[in-house]
Nanobody, 126 residues
Framework: QVQLVESGGGSVQAGGSLRLSCTVSGFFYSPNYMGWFRQAPGKEREGVAVIRTGAGSTYYADSVKGRFTISQDNAKKTLYLQMNSLKPEDTAMYYC???????????????????WGRGTQVTVAS
């Protein structure tokens, strides 16, 4: 059974930093992509940062470029999201997810992801 467990969320002041972690287990497939997504109240879930697991290529939403960094530690089976210069608009539930298939759609496309964690809350105060 595939399991993804996020941690590292919390409350910070604007300009602060957080590092999210996602530990994965139980995979019966090798995901092409792993990524971080977020959903704020009343808004749709959106892609934040994705890494192509084999090549290591990374993809970011424009709103987080230059502030967030995604990385993976294969030995620890953990995905990370370093978030710096946080803004109040970054407040959301953050989820990690995996995607089996690589196709022509954007790596950040939410609907293409197969397995999801339960999320960790990030709150940024102004």
């Amino acid at each position: 059974q595939v399991q993804l467990v996020e941690s590292g969320g919390g409350s910070v002041q604007a300009g602060g930093s957080l590092r999210l972690s996602c530990t994965v287990s139980g995979f019966f497939y090798s995901p092409n992509y792993m990524g971080w997504f977020r959903q704020a109240p009343g808004k749709e879930r959106e892609g934040v940062a994705v890494i192509r697991t084999g090549a290591g290529s990374t993809y970011y939403a424009d709103s987080v470029k230059g502030r967030f960094t995604i990385s993976q530690d294969n030995a620890k089976k953990t995905l990370y999201l370093q978030m710096n210069s946080l803004k109040p608009e970054d407040t959301a539930m953050y989820y990690c997810a995996t995607r089996r298939i690589r196709d022509s759609s954007s790596p950040l496309e939410v609907s293409r992801y197969n397995d999801w964690g339960r999320g960790t809350q990030v709150t940024v105060a102004s």
